[in-house]
T-cell receptor, first 114, second 114 residues
Framework: SQKIEQNSEALNIQEGKTATLTCNYT??????LQWYRQDPGRGPVFLLL???NEKEKRKERLKVTFDTTLKQSLFHITASQPADSATYLC?????????????WGLGTSLAVNP | KAGVTQTPRYLIKTRGQQVTLSCSPI?????VSWYQQTPGQGLQFLFE???????NKGNFPGRFSGRQFSNSRSEMNVSTLELGDSALYLC?????????????FGSGTQLSVL
């Protein structure tokens, strides 16, 4: 069956360290993958998009990698800050068919401790 | 630019009732997508409207319906509410003209069915 999985356990790290979040998928050949941040009681906010032919994308302290062989995307936050504490969601658009509808992971909760 | 506006913010209904949720997209955006978010299932795609036409649909029963007006504002209706419909309902807007677009989400409507 088709699945998209993120670490279900919360990630706790110390301020200043690098946070690494994982998104694994099975039985998809995604055209691209997106990462969003969601704070409690709010809607997700777009962070980064990476296409199937891109290995890595960066934006300020954020970095996303995309390995279509491993069927995995990694999301890194360097020099993490307490303000980075949130739930991070990955979402993909399957390549097949007329698919503009994103398929979402359940998200990983990140807590950055001062 | 004003963001995506969803009303109401909170709703409490009883089983069997119906509910209508409203979403005003970002000015100039013609696509509105609706999602249901629950802790166990994550974000589940309901449907997408573009230029007043439903363009994509998720796997929800016919009790869930929507529409879009000429000004791109959208409404979602749920009839004969069930306890399992309790969730955060999110709408997201985009220009609707690209495959790999980012979505802009509203803060959602928290629906509780008693």
């Amino acid at each position: 069956s088709q699945k998209i999985e993120q670490n279900s356990e919360a990630l706790n790290i110390q301020e200043g360290k690098t946070a690494t979040l994982t998104c694994n998928y099975t039985n998809y050949s995604p055209a691209y993958l997106q990462w969003y941040r969601q704070d409690p009681g709010r809607g997700p906010v777009f962070l980064l998009l990476i296409r199937e032919n891109e290995k890595e994308k960066r934006k300020e302290r954020l970095k996303v990698t995309f390995d279509t062989t491993l069927k995995q995307s990694l999301f890194h936050i360097t020099a993490s800050q307490p303000a980075d504490s949130a739930t991070y969601l990955c979402a993909l658009v399957p390549s097949a068919g007329n698919n503009r509808k994103l398929i979402w992971g359940l998200g990983t909760s990140l807590a950055v401790n001062p | 630019k004003a963001g995506v506006t969803q009303t109401p913010r909170y709703l409490i209904k009883t089983r069997g009732q119906q509910v209508t949720l409203s979403c005003s997209p970002i000015s100039g955006h013609r696509s509105v997508s609706w999602y249901q978010q629950t802790p166990g299932q994550g974000l589940q795609f309901l449907f997408e409207y573009f230029s007043e036409t439903q363009r994509n649909k998720g796997n929800f029963p016919g009790r869930f319906s929507g529409r879009q007006f000429s000004n791109s504002r959208s409404e979602m209706n749920v009839s004969t509410l069930e306890l399992g419909d309790s969730a955060l309902y999110l709408c997201a807007s985009s220009t609707g003209t690209g495959v790999n677009e980012k979505l802009f989400f509203g803060s959602g409507t928290q629906l509780s069915v008693l």
